[in-house]
């Protein structure tokens, strides 16, 4: 499966730039997951870290989901891999497969743009727990844009140590 990644407007306005680049940042994501096996998805950076890609569809299945579905949507859920809300327990594959992380991650986005579609404007506040802080829709949507760049970035150094393919 090839993922079509569509790059953002040149000229569009604040809240249709904000949702391109954010689904921008999900497909480079996935880029650079594709053709490889849950084995290679597993592979760990580099003693002593963790990182993993299959680590990453991880976190950021739960960064959606705690900034959509907990905060902005005001939904009472636990995280995905830890009931003691531990964000750290997304990050360790063991025993993960693609097909788990992946089916999390896609539906944590397709919650994630059904809120954002339905929200009146960007303006729109929301309570955050961990930041004890009322928050905007378009601070979440920028915060989300952030931690994909910033994720997207390793996901980069991981592929291209799995198999040398770098770029896009």
């Known amino acids: 499966m090839t993922t079509e990644r569509i790059g953002p407007p040149l000229t569009g306005g604040e809240r249709e730039t904000l949702r391109a680049f954010l689904d921008y940042h999900r497909a480079t994501l996935a880029m650079k997951c594709e053709g490889l096996t849950d084995e290679e ?4 950076s580099m003693p002593p870290s963790t990182l993993s890609l299959l ?4 976190h950021m299945a739960e960064v959606e989901r705690t900034w959509f579905r907990r905060t902005v949507n005001g939904e009472d ?6 009931a003691e ?10 025993g993960a497969t693609r097909a788990e992380a992946f089916a999390a991650w896609e539906e944590e986005v397709a919650h ?3 809120i954002e579609e339905a929200a009146e404007s960007l303006d729109v506040t929301a309570h955050n727990k961990n930041w004890d802080e009322d928050v905007s829709l378009r ?9 994909y760049a910033r994720h997207n970035g ?5 592929r291209e140590g799995i198999d040398g393919t770098v770029g896009a």
């Open 41 to 44: 998805l597993r592979r760990r």
């Open 55 to 58: 680590g990453l569809v991880r």
């Open 77 to 82: 859920l636990p995280l995905r891999w830890s």
């Open 85 to 94: 809300g531990d964000y750290q327990a997304a990050y360790d594959p063991t």
């Open 112 to 114: 994630a743009r059904r």
């Open 139 to 147: 601070l979440v949507m920028l915060h989300l844009i952030h931690e």
């Open 154 to 158: 390793h996901a980069d150094f991981l």
